[in-house]
């Protein structure tokens, strides 16, 4: 069965820096001057995002399909 995550944000390590939106394949992370944003319908549990953020500010949390 397939997985589907979460990604959580770490807020106190994000500086906002808009690399995790740049990589997602499905724009389901979205970045502004004031706040990060996460979109759960588009999201596809591929984890890119948590692998390319600089400071490890997200994590991803398994919601659905662990097996
Ligand atoms: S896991 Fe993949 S699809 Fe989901 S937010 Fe991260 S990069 Fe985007
Ligand atoms: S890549 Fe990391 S530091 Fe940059 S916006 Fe995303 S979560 Fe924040």
Same mark, same amino acid.
């Given at each position: 069965m397939t997985e589907k995550i979460r990604i959580i944000v770490n807020e106190d390590k &994000?500086?906002? &820096?808009?690399g995790c939106a740049g990589v997602c394949p499905s724009l389901a992370i979205k970045v502004s001057s004031s706040k990060w944003e996460f979109f759960q319908d588009k999201c596809?549990? &591929?984890r890119i995002c948590v692998t390319a953020c600089p400071v490890g500010a997200l994590e991803a949390e398994v919601v659905e399909g662990k097996t």
């Amino acid at each position: 069965m397939t997985e589907k995550i979460r990604i959580i944000v770490n807020e106190d390590k &994000c500086y906002l &820096c808009g690399g995790c939106a740049g990589v997602c394949p499905s724009l389901a992370i979205k970045v502004s001057s004031s706040k990060w944003e996460f979109f759960q319908d588009k999201c596809i549990s &591929c984890r890119i995002c948590v692998t390319a953020c600089p400071v490890g500010a997200l994590e991803a949390e398994v919601v659905e399909g662990k097996t």
